[in-house]
Every structure is written in structure tokens, then in C-alpha cells.
């Protein structure tokens, strides 16, 4: 029976949908993904900013498009719980789950179960963000029980420039986390933390290379989804160790 994936997208963003359909492609052409925007263009803790993730705003009428298309699952593919909070990702996939008898999950929660499910506790963290948005996301996942053993962020706010990160960016992010959590600070995982960041498919490399988990929050969303639907996610290879759990 064909098993359909429902994806929301950040609406500037444009390197999510192509790294999904690639990491989608192995499945065969039973499984197909489905994608809907809604207005996402800046990332700060500005008011106006934060409003863009609202309940009541836009992102249910996107999640109702793809209800239409009956969609099997819906996967936010956003970090917007790392500095909402994890309980607005919470929230979200139970009004889906109300409003369209659908189940969802998040990059962010589908991270977060990937991290329990490796017994992960000391988390290094890749993003382009800004320091204040780094900062709050580092503070949550602490309240949360995590030891975040390093960072590493470029300060971009715009969400369009970061899909202009290159790999040799995330190659010098990847080194400098590594470094900086040296000896008994050894991350037990790390997150390339934002699903507008071209990461996904240099995941097995770090892997193969630093012998240490790396769970893209792109990939996140796509494993948890198909773990919802209790579709066989070992057919995915070449796109890191989260698909063989």
C-alpha cells in the first residue's frame, strides 16, 4: 500500500525538500513526500519573529493542506522547539493529531528521541544561528538534562542565507566542536541543528571519520515519521546511523 509523508517547510527555505526526497528515494515509489510552506523568513527572539511559529497562525492551514492530500503522517521539519521550547512542538503535533486525525512529530522531538534511544547526554551543537537564539537553545536542552559539551554558530538571523552554507562551513563547525569538546567533555552526539543547513548527506562521513553519532535534524524528522508509520527505515543508507535505530 503506498505510504504517503506529509512535510511542513519553513517558506524561505531550500535545502530541506531536495535532502528529504534523496533520503526518501531508497524506500522505492510507494513511498512519496509531500510538502507545504508556510511564511518563515527570519530566525531571532524578536516578538514578531517568534509569532511565525503560532498555533493560530499559518502552520495549521499548511498542515490542513496536506491533510487534504491524506497524507499518512506529517513531520514538522524545523527547530523551532529548541528555542520555543519543546512543549510548542508538543503542542503542535497534538492540534494535527485533533484537528486532522493525523499523526506528527518534529525535527526537534524526533532529535530528541533519537538522543534517548543512543543514551546520549553530552550533545555538541552546529547551527548558523544567532548567539542570543544559540543561547536559549543551549539553556532548554540543559533544563532538559543534556550537557551540551560545545557549540558552534554563524550568526546569521536571515533563514534564505543559510542554505548558502557550503560543506567546507560545516566541515569547520564539525572540527571546532570536536576540538573544543576534548578529553572527558567527548560529545556522545552531535546535531547539525537546522533543516536549512545542507548537512544531511555529510553525516556518514563524520560518522565514519570521529566514530561519534551525528543526527541532522533533517534526517530527524524523516526517521521519526517513519517510525510513526512502522515503515522499514534500513532500506536508507548512506544517510547515517539513526536509520539503523
Known sequence: MPLKLGVLVPSSNTALEPLTSAIVASLGP?????????????ITLE???????????????????????????????????????????????????????IPATTSTLALNKALNLLGAKRLALITPYVANVQDRIVDIYRAAG?????????SISENARIADVDAAQLDAQFREVLQAATGGRRPDAI???CTNLSAAQLVAKWEERHGVPVLDTVATVVWDMLRLVQCDKTKITGWGRIFEL
Open 30 to 42: 510507494g513511498v512519496t513526500v509531500h510538502f507545504s510552506r508556510f511564511p518563515v523568513t527570519k
Open 146 to 154: 543534556y550537557e551540551v559539551v560545545a557549540e558552534s554558530h554563524l
Open 191 to 193: 546535531t547539525t541543528f
Open 47 to 101: 516578538p514578531a519573529v517568534l509569532a511565525q511559529f503560532d498555533l493560530g497562525g499559518t502552520i495549521m492551514s499548511a498542515a490542513r493542506m496536506l491533510a487534504d492530500a491524506k497524507v499518512d503522517v506529517i513531520g514538522w521539519s524545523g527547530t523551532s522547539g529548541g528555542w520555543l521550547g519543546f512543549d510548542a512542538d508538543e503542542k503542535l503535533c497534538q492540534a494535527i493529531a485533533d484537528a486532522f486525525g
